[in-house]
């Protein structure tokens, strides 16, 4: 793969990334919104994951403690021209890594832990993990 396609990887995974945040916001807000007596800003303190309300809820949360790391890391890998095909293939394996994490935590309804989406988080970890290193690596040559 040349270096413009993993720079077009690279934008393109940045792209997904968001757009599974924004819809994940979207998601949150709309089933929330239609609870009996939701109040803005206030989850129902007896919610739990058997809830769909409270699954969209952490699903989002989960990608706003979590994302941000990634599209720094992505975006300081860009920034400093690291080697494309790691920056591009990193920043996809995350985006569908994210993608997946979402899907299962919308619908599998399960308090156990490990739960089949924590597999899809540490996927998503690990690749931000090993981009930092290529980037440290890289810098410190």
Same mark, same amino acid.
């Given at each position: %793969?040349?270096?413009?396609?993993?720079?077009?990887?690279?934008?393109?995974?940045?792209?997904?990334?968001?757009?599974?945040?924004?819809?994940?916001?979207?998601?949150?807000?709309?089933?929330?919104?239609?609870?009996?007596?939701?109040?803005? @800003?206030?989850?129902?303190?007896?919610?739990?994951?058997?809830?769909?309300?409270?699954?969209?809820?952490?699903?989002?949360?989960?990608?706003?403690?979590?994302?941000?790391? %990634?599209?720094?890391?992505?975006?300081?890998?860009?920034?400093?021209?690291?080697?494309? %095909?790691?920056? @591009?293939? =990193?920043?996809?394996?995350?985006?569908?890594?994210?993608?997946?994490? %979402?899907?299962?935590?919308?619908?599998?309804?399960?308090?156990?832990?490990?739960?089949?989406?924590?597999?899809?988080? =540490?996927? @998503?970890?690990?690749?931000?993990?090993?981009?930092?290193?290529?980037?440290?690596?890289?810098?410190?040559?």
């Amino acid at each position: %793969m040349s270096t413009s396609l993993y720079a077009s990887l690279a934008a393109v995974s940045l792209w997904f990334i968001i757009v599974t945040v924004v819809v994940q916001s979207v998601v949150a807000a709309t089933v929330k919104a239609r609870q009996p007596g939701a109040v803005p @800003g206030k989850m129902p303190e007896n919610l739990s994951h058997d809830s769909f309300v409270f699954r969209a809820q952490r699903t989002f949360m989960n990608s706003l403690e979590n994302t941000p790391l %990634m599209l720094a890391t992505g975006l300081l890998a860009l920034v400093l021209q690291i080697d494309g %095909m790691w920056t @591009g293939v =990193l920043l996809a394996v995350y985006a569908v890594a994210r993608i997946l994490h %979402m899907a299962l935590y919308y619908g599998i309804a399960t308090e156990r832990n490990p739960s089949p989406r924590s597999y899809f988080f =540490l996927i @998503g970890l690990l690749a931000n993990i090993v981009l930092l290193g290529v980037i440290g690596v890289e810098v410190l040559n």
